[in-house]
């Protein structure tokens, strides 16, 4: 099956460099709305959808495959493959942070910076380290999301979202949520609330910013910090925002953040 069709794979803009997107849970590409157009202008730009979200081929969904973050990282590094003609620029949303990670540590030589927004490598507070749920609200929320997940969608959606200036995202979000395949994503779920991928932190040698609001319920500041102390070369960048979204509810300073930390590394 052709990559472009599997992802629904759009590109535009024009540049020596592309710089990819891939959205978050329950979202699809037209997530970065605001922040793609702003960067066509000096790179090529990626966006697609992660299969079984958006318009990717639903048909194309193998739940073996994707039991696991890898196999969509396996699917970043193919499409990464088909449309870049070197080192890429790839922004991750949420999971997505974490499946971009993977993708660079399988081939660091094919990525030249990770942009990551509201990433956490474990929602689970194990120890010392503060995820921001304990396992039993994570089984409890997903006990919930298999026994109502419309229900999940629109209770959850604009407690993710925040942004309570803007109710227009928390209905946008929730829409979203309640477009995808229910049983995908009741799948995917699984997959990314019981993740754990702290242990590949310090393996990380891709310059990576980890682009955090100040007030977010999935992925709070003490997720921010621990990554970046244990990520070697990375920026932690606080954003004034409530939410799990800022390149939805914050997109300027979520630009802003980026630029400054690809004007960094000269990209």
């Known amino acids: 099956m052709s990559v472009r069709i599997r992802n629904n794979v759009q590109a535009s803009g024009d540049g020596p460099l592309t710089m990819v997107f891939a959205h978050g849970f329950g979202c699809d590409q ?21 299969v079984g979200s958006g318009r ?13 973050l ?22 991750g949303h949420s999971v997505s942070a974490m499946i971009g990670m993977l993708a660079a540590l399988e081939a660091p030589d094919k990525f030249a910076a990770n942009v990551m ?10 120890g010392d380290y503060v995820g921001g749920f304990s ?16 229900g999940w969608s629109s209770t959850m959606a604009p407690a993710i979202m925040g942004a309570p200036e803007q109710p227009e995202l928390s209905d946008e979000l929730t829409n979203s949520f309640c477009r ?25 040698t891709t310059p990576t910013l980890i682009l955090q609001s100040n007030e977010d319920l999935l992925a709070p500041l003490s997720v921010g910090e621990y990554m970046h102390r244990n990520i070697p070369q990375s920026v932690l960048s606080i954003v004034e925002n409530v939410g ?24």
């Open 180 to 204: 995808t395949n229910p049983d995908i994503a009741k799948h995917f779920a699984r997959v990314t609330f019981l993740a754990d991928h702290r242990a590949e932190l310090s393996r990380v």
């Open 117 to 126: 927004v509201g990433p956490s490598p474990s929602f689970i507070n194990d």
């Open 30 to 50: 037209s997530m970065w709305r605001y922040v793609a157009p702003r960067f066509q202008d000096r790179y090529q730009t990626v966006l697609f959808d992660l």
């Open 135 to 150: 396992r039993s609200d994570i089984d409890g929320l997903l006990e919930t999301l298999e026994s109502n997940y419309l």
């Open 56 to 68: 990717s081929d639903l048909s194309a969904y193998d739940y073996d495959k994707y039991g696991s």
């Open 244 to 267: 799990h979204c800022p390149h939805l509810s914050a997109p300027g300073a979520s630009i802003d953040a980026t630029e400054a930390f690809l004007r960094g590394l000269s990209l």
């Open 70 to 91: 890898h196999g969509y990282a396996t699917d970043v590094l193919e499409i990464v493959d088909e449309l870049a003609s070197g080192p890429v620029i790839y922004m």
